[in-house]
């Protein structure tokens, strides 16, 4: 992805997640490790270590052996992964006026693979993979492009937080696109409003770039 060039004039500026926000993951990740791996997937409370339970014992993976399936999962199986609808108009619309950065927490490995996987599904993004919080990485970007205003959408609520943190002056949105994770999940404390749905999310972006105060 090249990166934008400078401009006199500052447009607001987009930094999204992608598993969960533009990307469904989770529904695909719990066929995968029932299909390859005898592993029964029940969210309860959006701890992946409690849901994960292995055939037949019903025994719960261990913390440290979910990474391992997670990695798994995007080294061979993220051509499983389908739009959430609405994302992509969503972000051919506000790209006409906003710059637009998808944010998601990979390994850097994956870097080309996300690019291209969202490439098929139209979305021709910069993709900037990041480990741990992102409230620097957020910070960087803001520097980096010195927007009007920049809105932060993410499915995690420690991100949220982050964010706040490092880049209090982003605005903050909560969305959680699955509804296996909304429906047990509460709105992030951090996070300025929770909208699971784009065309509602595309309005409030758009709201937030016009200067239309929350």
């Known amino acids: 992805m090249t990166r934008r060039q400078p401009q006199s004039d500052p447009r607001p ?7 969960e926000v533009l990307l469904h993951m989770v529904s695909h990740f719990r066929n995968w490790v029932d299909e390859v791996h005898d592993i029964d997937f029940a969210l309860v409370d ?8 292995r055939r037949p014992s019903g025994e719960p993976l261990r913390r440290e052996d979910v990474w391992p399936l997670l990695d798994g999962f995007f080294a061979t199986e993220m051509s499983r992964q389908t739009l959430v609808p609405g994302a992509f108009e969503a972000l051919e619309a506000l790209g006409i006026v906003a710059d637009i950065i998808v944010l998601t927490n990979l390994s850097d490995k994956f870097n080309e693979a996300r690019s291209m996987q969202l490439l098929g599904h139209g979305i021709a993004h910069r993709v900037v993979t990041n480990q741990g919080g992102k409230g620097d990485p957020v910070a960087r970007l803001v520097a980096e492009f010195a927007p009007s ?9 420690q991100h949220h937080a982050s964010v706040a943190r490092h880049a209090p002056d982003v605005l903050r949105l909560h969305m959680i ?24 999310a595309r309005s409030w972006i758009e709201a937030r770039f016009a200067g239309v105060p929350i």
């Open 177 to 200: 696109a699955e509804p296996l994770i909304a429906q047990i999940t509460p709105p992030a404390p951090k996070a300025h409003a929770r909208i699971d749905d784009w065309k509602t």
């Open 13 to 19: 500026l987009l930094i999204t997640d992608c598993d």
């Open 149 to 157: 205003v920049t809105v932060f959408v993410d499915d995690l609520a």
């Open 46 to 53: 959006g701890d992946f270590s409690g849901a994960l339970k």
